[in-house]
């Protein structure tokens, strides 16, 4: 399976004949060699026999040699040298000159005794071939008409069978090989036609599969890798010199298991399609993939060559994590509202009536004692419900357009007063002016929670940088819907978080810090989810880890209440 590039297909197609009908130039090509060589054949001939020739018949022969070589030289230079396109008015002069020529050449030797008659034939033949159907009809009538006229009027021999016969072989040829050609040329414009469609499809499918994300392979069926294109060739980190007409199982061994498998069970079991879902190993990143397999039978022996078309799924597995991620947190926000709810106003009631029997006269030291820890963990027990409320409570109230530059400023300020801010903690601010739509209250909360937990899982010895820009087209993950989009980025230089934690991160209740509630990136996720936005981390131990935040720049009809 090969696309030839434009510049392959195009070559040589303005001169490329007809099927079946010689090409223009090539059939000029035999008429000049043609005309030269008969006018110098006959005058070598003359030559040779120059005391029976008369000397007027030999200067004639002389001259009509020489204006065939200059005509046909200057007719090679005007077609072939200089190449300019043959019109109808050439052909016509050449196709009279050539006429005038052969009436010489039958004059001179005699009329309708001698053989040279015939060359009427050639000139009648050639001009149907090259001309329209009435422009040769006008040259056989012109052939006719010249070798009538020199026969009776020049020659002074009376017409008989001979002649007739003459001109009707000159019709005959007209109306044989003009029809002839005519069908041929018809059939030939069909071809050609079929053959410019096939070159545009070609050219088509060249363009897109050059320019779609998704890879294309195509391995024949002995195993050898006999297509790729250029998304397939940056998908897999191959090189295209040193891919193609080589065993795929050898190329892709390390790279994609999965996708040499399912190419060769396509293969073996000659299914019309096959899904499967794969990875691909490359020295920089690993990544999944979709694929999806077709068998053609198209070797000679019956071994089917199988296409395979496979892209990166990892934006869709994202986008498909996040919806499942905002799934279980409304869930879980549903039922802490419900809790803190029922739970808030006992454990008030328990805290009041704990304080009053401590502040009674008879209360003992150890009473007292104990009551102080039973008012003290009802407070944290309330604190807590209270955070479980915030985390249920997270909805978009108040859109107006916001700088988005200036929300980050005035929450990252706020951080650095924070006690776990210690003074190893250093917070570096790259903002371009955005602006957006949004609840200024959500996204501040949403700057403080990612600080914040920068700090705190480092234990303060960090160094955070905050970003804040609009987002290109390229990095938005497909399936994330944004006319605009803003980008905030947090990044720091701690230890990261571990494998374990990572796809958990934005649960609740999900903590790798000792005395954490695990609600501050629940949280997070929840405020972004809300301004249908989208929130994703990095992180490799003792690395950088950045949370990227996408914001649509546009507040989104469900968002702007």
């Known amino acids: 399976m090969t696309f030839t590039g434009a510049h392959e297909v195009q070559t040589g197609a303005e001169n490329r004949p007809l099927t079946g009908v010689p090409s223009t130039l090539g059939l000029l090509r035999w008429v000049y060699f043609g005309r030269v060589t008969v006018a110098i054949v006959i005058f070598v001939a003359a030559a040779f026999s120059f005391n029976e020739v008369p000397p007027g018949t030999l200067v004639i022969i002389a001259v009509a040699a ?43 030797t005699e009329g309708p005794a001698s053989e040279f008659p015939a060359l009427y034939i050639l000139v009648i033949a050639v001009s149907a071939v090259l001309m329209p159907l009435s422009s ?3 040259i056989t009538t012109l052939a006719s008409v010249l070798y009538v006229a020199d026969i009776v009027w020049w020659l002074d021999v009376p017409l008989t069978g001979a002649v007739f016969v003459q ?19 018809e059939a030939g414009a069909e071809s050609e036609k ?27 069926g002995e195993g050898t890798l006999a297509y790729a294109n250029d998304a397939a ?57 979709g694929v999806t397999t077709t068998a053609l039978d198209l070797e000679n022996d019956g071994s089917a060559s199988v296409t395979a078309i496979f892209t990166d799924i990892s934006d869709q597995k994202r986008m498909e994590e996040l919806r499942l991620r905002a799934e279980r947190l409304e869930a879980v926000a549903e039922l802490s509202a419900s809790l803190a709810h029922e739970i808030k106003n006992p454990l ?27 008012v003290r963990e009802s407070d944290r027990l309330s604190g807590l419900l209270s955070e479980f409320l915030d985390f249920s409570r997270v909805r978009v109230t108040d859109c107006r357009p916001l700088d988005l530059a200036a929300v980050v400023t005035r929450a990252v300020e706020l951080v650095r007063t924070h006690p776990d801010s210690g003074e190893h903690a250093e917070i570096d601010i790259v903002a371009d002016p955005v602006s957006i739509e949004g609840d200024e209250d959500l996204i501040h909360r949403v700057v403080v929670n990612l600080v914040l937990n920068a700090i705190q899982a480092s234990g303060g010895d960090v160094r955070v940088q905050v970003c804040v820009r609009t987002a290109s087209s390229s ?68 690395q950088n880890t950045t949370f990227t935040v996408f914001l649509p720049t546009k507040a989104m009809p469900e968002v702007a209440v």
Not at 264 to 287: C, M, N, P, Y
Not at 362 to 373: P, V, Y
Not at 499 to 517: D, H, I, K, M
Request: hydrophobic letters at 45%.
């Open 194 to 220: 079929l053959q410019q469609e096939v070159r545009r499809l070609r050219l088509e499918a060249a363009d897109i599969l050059r320019n779609i994300r998704s890879g294309v392979i195509t391995v024949d």
């Open 136 to 138: 040769s009809l006008l």
């Open 475 to 542: 990095e938005l993950p497909r399936g994330l819907q944004l006319d605009g989009a803003a980008v905030l980025e947090v990044i720091d230089d701690g230890p990261g978080i571990p494998a374990e934690l990572q796809e958990r991160v934005f649960e609740p209740f999900v903590t790798g810090r000792v005395g954490g509630s695990g609600l501050g990136l629940a949280i997070v996720q929840r405020a972004v989810q809300a301004h249908r936005g989208a929130v994703f981390v990095e992180s490799k131990p003792d």
């Open 66 to 108: 020489i204006a065939s070589v200059l005509v046909s030289v200057w007719s090679l230079w005007f077609t072939h040298i200089s190449g300019r396109s043959p019109n109808n008015t050439f052909l016509y002069a050449q196709a009279v000159f050539d006429l005038a020529l052969v009436t010489t050449v039958v004059h001179v």
């Open 348 to 374: 008030a009631s328990i805290r009041s009536s704990v304080e009053q029997l401590a502040a009674s006269d008879h209360a003992s030291d150890d009473e007292k004692l104990l009551a102080g820890l039973v």
């Open 233 to 289: 060739l940056e998908l897999l980190g191959l090189n295209q010199a040193d891919a193609l007409e080589r065993p795929l199982r050898k190329l892709l061994a390390e790279r994609s298991t999965e996708l040499v498998e399912v190419i060769f069970e396509t293969q073996r079991r000659r299914v019309k399609s096959l899904r499967a879902d794969g990875v691909v190993h490359r020295s920089d990143r690993s990544f999944p993939i």
């Open 167 to 185: 001109l009707a072989v000159f019709l005959a040829v007209f109306i044989v090989t003009g029809l002839v050609t005519g069908r041929v040329r």
